[in-house]
């Protein structure tokens, strides 16, 4: 009885630590509004939405750039880039830390100087 006890407690252990290791971290459902600078003077106020392993922002909408799938890393480092057929690309990394988000991207368009830029924001709830 007691060694039928002990496996028991074994495989629990064992089967929620394997449970946890595979569990995929993940943004989706989340929104944030974020305040986008270059050269220090801030440019636009956007909304960045993630959900079904992609994201998107409402004002990159509005100029084509289409949403994309991101990658997260197990200490909120994400990255992803979006991409318009007029408008060029914007690579995107950045962090996630409980409600805040911060980060920085590139806009890559043909026939102009790469824009860079920061964000830092804050999660909105609905």
């Known amino acids: 009885m007691k060694n039928l006890l002990f496996f028991l407690v074994l495989l629990l252990g ?3 630590t394997s449970q946890n290791a595979k569990a995929k971290l993940s943004l989706d459902g989340r929104k944030f509004k974020i305040e986008s600078s270059t050269g220090g ?7 960045m939405m993630f959900q079904e392993g992609q994201v998107e922002n409402d004002v990159c909408l509005q100029y084509g750039f289409e949403k994309a799938a991101y990658s997260l890393d197990d200490q909120g480092k ?3 880039s979006l991409t318009s057929e007029k408008e060029g690309k914007m690579d995107w990394n950045g962090q996630v830390d409980g409600s805040r988000i911060i980060g920085s991207y590139v806009w890559i368009k043909a026939g102009q100087a790469d824009i ?3 964000f830092q924001g804050e999660e909105v709830k609905n």
């Open 41 to 47: 003077k801030v440019e636009d106020t956007e909304n």
């Open 14 to 16: 064992y089967s929620c």
């Open 116 to 118: 860079h830029y920061t």
């Open 78 to 80: 994400f990255k992803f």
